[in-house]
């Protein structure tokens, strides 16, 4: 499942932290999730939720911020927000762009004790 190998990878980064600083519960967790990873809200909770069981990040709320998807125009680098599917450029009409924004995956900031 996608969201569970996302889900391990922001583990390991929370447990190295948890060392790191001696940290002894965390009590939220608050992710930035671009548009394009395809992570649904729900199922990311609810992997979260098991996987952390019995660890010190057991009963954490997982906040989930998301990012929409952003792209710059290739032809007059006009940058803009989209959604799935893309649309074209509103300025002038193409649809050749860079996604600049959307894909982003990280831990904004832990709350812990
Ligand atoms: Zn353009």
Same mark, same amino acid.
């Given at each position: 499942m996608h969201e569970?190998?996302?889900v391990r990878s922001i583990y390991d980064v929370i447990s190295e932290k948890i060392k790191e600083y001696g940290v002894k519960k965390v009590k939220e967790v608050k992710l930035i999730v671009g548009e394009l990873t395809g992570v649904e809200d729900m199922t990311m909770k609810s992997c979260f939720e098991i996987y952390v069981q019995a660890t010190p990040v057991e009963g954490a709320s997982l906040i989930i911020e998301r990012v929409p998807v952003k792209v710059r125009c290739r032809i007059c680098g006009n940058e803009y927000e989209t959604? $799935?599917?893309f649309?074209?450029?509103d300025v002038c009409g193409n649809k050749s762009f860079q996604?600049?924004?959307g894909k982003e995956?990280? $831990?904004e900031s832990l709350d812990v004790e």
């Open positions: 569970l190998a996302m959604k $799935i599917p649309s074209e450029c996604i600049i924004a995956l990280y $831990i």
